[in-house]
C-alpha cells in the first residue's frame, strides 16, 4: 500500500467520523430547539363573569388563584368575548374567525373543524399540532370537546349534572338548567375535579415534543351544584348583589327585551321571594370551587419540569347576569353578558401588568402564534396582543364586535358601547358616566358622531339566528 492508498483511507475515515459528529449534532440542535418551544397551558372557564377580585368590578368573591395568576401575568381589564352563548363564542376563539363569517351551526366540534377548514384556516390546536406540537385536551373547549383525530391525548369532556340525576332543587322551569343547590357531596363526584387530575397527571409526565395543553372547566356554568363546603366559604347575609335598578328596562327597545329569557328567573321574582342572594351565594361558590380546580393545574405546573417554559392563558367564554336588566343568564348584548376574564402568564409574559384597551377574545389565536415563534395565520381575523405586552398603553383603535342573535351586535369601545339590532332599533351606552348601563342615550344628538363612529364596525355579513 503506497503513501497515497493510506492517506486516502485515512481521510475517508476522517470524512466519515466527521459526518457521524455532524448528523449528531444536527440532531441534538433539532431536539433542543423543539423543546425551546413554549409550551402552551390553555385554560378556559365556562359562563364566568366579571366577578372575579382580580378584575375589581365586584366585591367579595374570593378566587385566590386566579388573583395570584393575574399577579403574575397580565389582565386585560376590557376583554369582550365575540358572541354571548358557549358554541359560537368557543367556535370564534378556537377558529380565528368570528362567529358571522363562519356562519353555520357552532355547537358541533365537526362543523366548526369543516367551516374553518372552508375558509382557508385550522383550528388554533391543529395549527399548532401542524408546527411540532403535542395536542393534550380535557373538559370543554369547543362545545362538545374537540374534533376526533386532532388530539394526541384527551380525558374527555365530562358532564354538568354528572352523578347529580335530575336534580331540580329552586328552579322548576323547562328549557334551561338553571337550579342552585349544595349537592353533591365531595368534590370527587364534580368533572372539573377530574379534569384538573387529569392535567395535572399530564404536567408531570416527561413530553418529548412541546406541548399545547387545553384544560376546559364547566363551572360556573349551571346548574350552580357544588359542594357544601363551598357555599360555607361565603356569610349569606354579608354578599353583595349587583346593581340593580327597578325600570332599568323602561329605555330598551323591543328587540333588546326579547333577548331576556322566560325561562329565567328575574330579580324582581328572587328579591319577592328572598331568593337572590341565594342565587349570588351559589355562583360565587361555584366561581371558588373551580378557582381551586384552576389553581391545582397552576401549582402542578410551578413545580414541573415545564414551569420555565410555558405561557399560560385564561378565559371565559362569555360573562352571565346575575340580576342586572333584570334577569340571571347570558344571551344578551349588554356589558355583563359580554366582558370576560382575559390573563396570560408564564413564559415571556410581564408581570403584575394590566391593560385598559378593549381587547377580544378573537386576539388569543394570533397572539399565542406569535409568543411562541410560530408561522403566523394569515385568516385570523383578531389582532396580536404582544405589542399591549410590551406597552399597556400603546395605541390600540380596535373595538369588540360582540353578536348575539340574527344580525345583532355590540360595539364597545374604551368609553362606549353601541348597540345595533336587526330591527335598527339601538342602545348607546357611555361607561365612564354609567358603568351600569342604566341610561341608554341613543337619541342624544350630540353623540350622533360616536353612534356613527361605532356603527361602521357593524358587520354586513349576515349570522345565523341562534349557533
Not at 30 to 38: D, L, S, V
Not at 247 to 266: E, F, S, T, V, Y
Not at 324 to 336: G, P
Request: hydrophobic share 35%; net charge negative.
Amino acid at each position: 500500500m503506497n503513501y497515497w492508498d493510506t492517506n486516502e483511507n485515512f481521510s475517508f475515515k476522517k470524512m466519515k467520523s466527521n459526518l457521524l459528529l455532524f448528523f449528531i449534532f444536527a440532531t441534538l440542535c433539532h431536539f433542543n430547539y423543539a423543546q425551546e418551544k413554549p409550551n402552551i397551558l390553555f385554560i378556559s372557564v365556562d359562563d364566568l363573569n366579571d366577578f372575579p377580585s382580580f378584575m375589581d368590578r365586584y366585591e367579595g368573591a374570593i378566587t385566590p388563584n386566579l388573583d395570584k395568576l393575574a399577579k403574575q401575568g397580565m389582565v386585560f381589564n376590557n376583554a369582550y368575548s365575540q358572541y354571548t352563548v358557549c358554541g359560537p363564542s368557543r367556535a370564534s376563539v378556537m377558529s380565528g374567525f368570528y362567529p358571522h363569517n363562519l356562519s353555520g351551526k357552532l355547537n358541533q366540534d365537526d362543523v366548526v373543524q369543516e367551516l374553518t377548514r372552508a375558509l382557508g384556516s385550522e383550528l388554533m390546536h391543529c395549527w399548532f399540532r401542524n408546527n411540532g406540537y403535542k395536542t393534550l385536551a380535557v373538559g370543554k373547549i369547543l362545545h362538545r370537546h374537540l374534533p376526533d383525530g386532532t388530539l394526541d391525548d384527551s380525558g374527555g369532556r365530562g358532564l354538568f349534572s354528572a352523578g347529580l340525576g335530575k336534580l331540580k332543587a329552586n328552579w322548576h322551569q323547562n328549557g334551561t338548567m338553571t337550579d342552585w343547590a349544595m349537592e353533591p357531596d365531595n368534590d370527587e363526584q364534580m368533572p372539573d375535579h377530574q379534569a384538573a387530575n387529569w392535567a395535572v397527571n399530564q404536567l408531570s409526565k416527561h413530553h418529548d415534543k412541546p406541548f399545547f395543553l387545553m384544560v376546559g372547566f364547566l363551572r360556573p356554568h349551571n346548574p350552580w351544584y357544588v359542594p357544601e363546603k363551598w357555599w360555607n366559604l361565603y356569610d349569606r347575609e354579608k354578599i353583595t348583589l349587583p346593581s340593580y335598578k327597578k325600570g332599568d328596562l323602561d329605555d330598551i327597545p323591543k328587540a333588546g327585551l326579547k333577548n331576556i329569557k322566560d325561562q329565567m328567573p328575574r330579580a324582581e321574582w328572587a328579591i319577592d321571594t328572598d331568593q337572590w342572594r341565594n342565587i349570588v351565594h351559589s355562583y360565587l361558590a361555584s366561581i371558588s370551587f373551580v378557582d381551586h380546580q384552576i389553581g391545582k393545574v397552576i401549582n402542578a405546573l410551578e413545580e414541573s419540569e415545564y414551569s420555565d417554559n410555558t405561557i399560560i392563558v385564561l378565559w371565559s367564554d362569555h360573562g352571565y347576569h346575575m340580576g342586572e336588566k333584570n334577569t340571571f343568564q347570558k344571551h344578551s348584548l349588554w356589558e355583563r353578558s359580554t366582558h370576560v376574564p382575559l390573563i396570560f402568564a408564564g413564559h415571556g409574559v410581564p408581570q403584575g401588568k394590566s391593560s385598559n384597551r378593549v381587547v377580544s377574545l378573537i386576539d388569543i389565536y394570533p397572539t399565542l402564534l406569535e409568543m411562541s415563534g410560530l408561522p403566523r395565520n394569515a385568516k385570523n381575523e383578531g389582532r396580536s396582543l404582544v405589542p399591549l405586552m410590551k406597552d399597556p398603553s400603546t395605541e390600540w383603535s380596535y373595538p369588540s364586535i360582540t353578536g348575539y342573535g340574527k344580525d345583532c351586535y355590540a360595539i364597545q369601545n374604551e368609553r362606549y358601547r353601541y348597540i345595533r339590532y336587526s330591527d335598527g332599533s339601538e342602545e348607546l351606552y357611555d361607561h365612564q358616566n354609567d358603568p351600569n348601563e342604566w341610561t341608554n342615550l341613543v337619541d342624544k344628538h350630540d353623540l350622533v358622531n360616536i353612534k356613527a363612529d361605532l356603527g361602521k364596525y357593524i358587520p354586513e355579513t349576515h349570522s345565523e339566528d341562534d349557533h
